[in-house]
């Protein structure tokens, strides 16, 4: 993927590691890659304000200094990402972004999990005709 080609090392080894796990663990997620993240899952929303735009269900970005794996779905009215807190330790996790600075420093076979769930739960928001 031209994307990832196009980074430096070593996130060019980390962003094709996560970029890996992600299409094994959830192959059925269309994926895009923008200027700046590889999106996995697009989909579009619509706010009961009327609010709508498009996104991804999962999304994967280099940082200066990072990574960020954006997780966009919830489940029992919170943001998935935050339920792992506790088993990713070594990750900086906000509302819907795990953010870390290598894949060592996770245990995968948890952010496998984390991948697996939100392609189960889908996106939280669909736009209805």
Same mark, same amino acid.
């Given at each position: 993927?031209?994307?990832?080609?196009?980074?430096?090392?070593?996130?060019?080894?980390?962003?094709?590691?996560?970029?890996?796990?992600?299409?094994?663990? &959830?192959?059925?997620?269309?994926?895009? +890659?923008?200027?700046?993240?590889? /999106?996995? /899952?697009?989909?579009?929303?619509?706010? &009961?304000?009327?609010?709508? /735009?498009?996104?991804?269900?999962?999304?994967? +970005?280099?940082?200066?200094?990072?990574?960020? %794996?954006?997780?966009?779905?919830?489940?029992?009215?919170?943001?998935?990402?935050?339920?792992?807190?506790?088993?990713?330790?070594? &990750?900086?996790?906000?509302?819907?972004?795990?953010?870390?600075?290598?894949?060592?420093? %996770?245990?995968?076979?948890? %952010?496998?999990?984390?991948? +697996?769930? +939100?392609?189960?739960? /889908?996106?939280?928001?669909? &736009?209805?005709?």
């Amino acid at each position: 993927m031209d994307f990832i080609e196009r980074l430096d090392e070593p996130q060019r080894t980390e962003i094709r590691r996560v970029h890996d796990l992600i299409t094994t663990v &959830a192959p059925d997620l269309e994926v895009e +890659a923008g200027e700046k993240i590889i /999106g996995y /899952g697009p989909y579009h929303y619509r706010y &009961a304000s009327g609010r709508e /735009g498009d996104a991804h269900l999962i999304g994967l +970005a280099p940082r200066k200094g990072s990574i960020s %794996l954006y997780v966009s779905c919830t489940k029992d009215g919170a943001y998935l990402a935050e339920s792992y807190v506790d088993r990713l330790p070594k &990750a900086s996790i906000g509302k819907s972004c795990v953010r870390f600075k290598r894949t060592s420093d %996770l245990d995968l076979a948890i %952010l496998r999990e984390l991948i +697996a769930e +939100a392609a189960r739960l /889908g996106p939280p928001y669909v &736009a209805t005709p």
